[in-house]
């Protein structure tokens, strides 16, 4: 039951003990009202899997805490966090990118959490000073025309740089968080200048302008427009699934290279979240994190866009993606990707990569 501002003032007088006692009762914070506060979570998500609503509603049958969402893309919810400021009801963030992980960080809009679940669960890498957790992951992988190309002309990320592929790459816009994680992972391990010249040699091998997303970089490929291209697995691994009979045939016609797998391994970025910096309810978000890296949760995130569990023990049940093979994933921790995003936009630009 919520008091009076004087009945407030009475029971304060000049004891500052009773002050103490008193601001709970003034501020509606006692009984069912603050019990109630913490059964509740709001989610701001940038996912958009109809699968995911099935997980959520296992969390709040197993703790009780009703979860509500707010889904938009990535920039969205980040500006939409910006503008609401102390007064945002977000609780937990979650963002489908490596890049806008990090943006969200060096905006200040999460908060840490510390938790031995968390941080038993997850590797080092996939984890970034208790602020951001990673939950799915994706490969970066190249596909090719078995016509055209052999295999060992596309074993590694370089190779895509070499004049012999000159007239014959497709890839997506340079400005595009994937590409800029892709280049800042090649940043981190080769540094800036052999960075700028890669970018610089697929940029000469570019079959077309850059233009839409990872699947018409495939559809590329299928249609003979470009004989190599870049994409992030789950992309392929939709095709591969495609109801329709032609495309679905057309994709398994397609050669697969997992970049990099004598060297450093094939660039992973992630999916991932963090409990938002002025949460109302800490606790319910610590709890929530938790959950999503449970096995039941890391199979049903991953399975909703054929990505991996960060969680490494995970099983994974689905043939498409068991079906393209297994790969040696990169272990670079994920914020030395991320601390380059803004160095690799720069290098885009002097590339001449649109």
Not at 5 to 30: H, T, V
Not at 114 to 140: C, H, I, K, Q
Not at 302 to 316: D, F, H, L, M, R
Not at 319 to 325: D, H, Q, W
Request: proline fraction near 5%; include cysteine.
């Amino acid at each position: 039951m919520r008091l009076e501002l004087s009945q407030c003032l009475r029971r304060i007088g000049g004891f500052g003990i009773l002050l103490l006692l008193a601001l709970p009762a003034c501020f509606g914070l006692n009984g069912p009202e603050a019990k109630a506060q913490s059964r509740e979570l709001n989610l701001y998500s940038a996912r958009h899997y109809g699968s995911d609503n099935a997980l959520y509603e296992e969390f709040t049958k197993k703790t009780g805490i009703k979860v509500n969402q707010i889904q938009a893309g990535d920039e969205a919810l980040l500006e939409r966090l910006k503008s609401e400021g102390k007064a945002s009801p977000a609780d937990v963030i979650l963002l489908v990118d490596v890049a806008r992980l990090w943006k969200a960080q060096t905006e200040g809009l999460f908060a840490p959490v510390r938790s031995e679940v968390l941080n038993t669960a997850l590797p080092l890498n996939m984890r970034t000073d208790n602020l951001w957790f990673g939950l799915t992951t994706r490969a970066r992988l190249i596909v090719y025309d078995k016509s055209k190309i052999k295999p060992e002309q596309v074993s590694t990320y370089d190779s895509l740089a070499n004049p012999d592929l000159k007239g014959k790459v497709c890839t997506r816009s340079g400005s595009h968080p994937y590409m800029l994680s892709l280049l800042a992972s090649i940043v981190a391990h080769q540094g800036e200048a052999k960075a700028e010249a890669w970018a610089k040699g697929v940029v000469n091998n570019l079959a077309r302008t850059p233009r839409g997303g990872d699947t018409d970089q495939i559809r590329g490929v299928m249609t003979g427009e470009c004989a190599v291209a870049l994409t992030n697995s789950y992309y392929l691994v939709r095709l591969l699934n495609s109801e329709k009979t032609e495309e679905k045939a057309a994709a398994q016609r397609l050669g697969i290279v997992w970049p990099n797998q004598s060297t450093t391994g094939t660039h992973v970025n992630v999916s991932g979240g963090g409990m938002a910096r002025y949460a109302p309810h800490p606790e319910a978000a610590k709890a929530f994190l938790e959950f999503l890296v449970s096995p039941s949760a890391q199979a049903q995130l991953a399975n909703a866009n054929n990505e991996w569990p960060a969680v490494q023990k995970t099983q994974i049940a689905n043939p498409a993606l068991l079906k393209i093979g297994r790969l040696k994933a990169d272990p670079i921790e994920i914020s030395k990707i991320a601390v380059n995003q803004t160095l690799a936009a720069r290098l885009m630009d002097r590339a001449g990569w649109k």
